[in-house]
């Protein structure tokens, strides 16, 4: 079955950098891009940033844009991302997600990781 | 940006009653919609893709409908096991996602 694994967080000072990882197991990884979802505590999800099957193309939200890269590494199944510059306003549980249809960009997600929360504090 | 509106923000629901929950794009998804459950403490789950389409292991109780701008998520006969939050996220405007704010179904 589809697993992923989300792995990386903490609590991290205002300014530092993190990488998030996302193991990934059960399906074909490089047939299908693969996204990061963000959930502040009590709030709503935000979407972060998203790869391409063959990591050609790379998405980000406004917030995170210039700040986070988002990879991945199709021989080790693993998508990570990478969080510069860290705000107060970027804690969150961080999610894993799986597109549904392969090659295809544009399909939600069917398949998400427990998460990993990231803090950010002095 | 596409932003997605969701309402009501609660809906209180005895189980057994239908619960319709809206979701409206400020502007056409076409029919790139999709409507995720999410428990306390859990991952989201996806419910409903393609605006209609129930995903695997998805109960029948279950159904989406819309386009453009407007959408609905009907659950008929409401189990314990469906209250939590629901979101909609348009995948349309690739690679531009966007969530709603969430519908929180809860115990009436």
């Known amino acids: 079955q589809v697993q992923l694994v989300e792995s990386g967080g903490g609590v991290v000072q205002p300014g530092r950098s993190v990488r998030l990882t996302c193991e990934a197991s059960?399906?074909?990884?490089?047939?299908?891009?693969m996204h990061w979802v963000r959930q502040a505590p009590g709030q709503g999800l935000e979407w972060v940033a998203g790869i391409s099957y063959d990591s050609t193309e790379k998405y980000y939200g406004e917030s995170v844009k210039g700040r986070f890269t988002i990879s991945r590494d199709s021989s080790k199944n693993t998508v990570f991302l990478k969080m510069n510059s860290l705000r107060v306003e970027d804690v969150a549980v961080y999610y894993c997600?799986?597109?549904?249809?392969?090659?295809?960009?544009?399909?939600?997600?069917?398949?998400w990781g427990q998460g990993t929360l990231v803090a950010v504090s002095s | 940006e596409i932003v997605m509106t969701q309402s009501p923000a609660t809906l209180s629901v005895s189980p057994g009653e239908r619960a319709t929950l809206s979701c409206r794009a400020s502007q056409s998804v076409g029919r790139n919609l999709a409507w995720y459950q999410q428990k306390s403490g859990q991952a989201p789950r996806l419910v409903i893709s393609?605006?209609?389409t129930r995903a695997t292991g998805i109960p029948a109780r279950f159904s989406g409908s819309g386009s453009e701008t407007e959408f609905t998520l009907t659950i008929s006969g409401l189990q314990s096991e469906d209250f939590g939050v629901y979101y909609c996220?348009?995948?349309?405007?690739?690679?531009?996602?966007?969530f709603g704010g969430g519908t929180k179904v809860e115990i009436k």
């Open positions: 997600a799986k597109e549904s249809d392969n090659y295809s960009g544009q399909s939600p997600f069917d398949h």
């Open positions: 393609g605006a209609s």
């Open positions: 996220q348009q995948y349309n405007k690739w690679p531009t996602l966007s």
């Open positions: 059960g399906f074909t990884f490089s047939m299908y891009g």
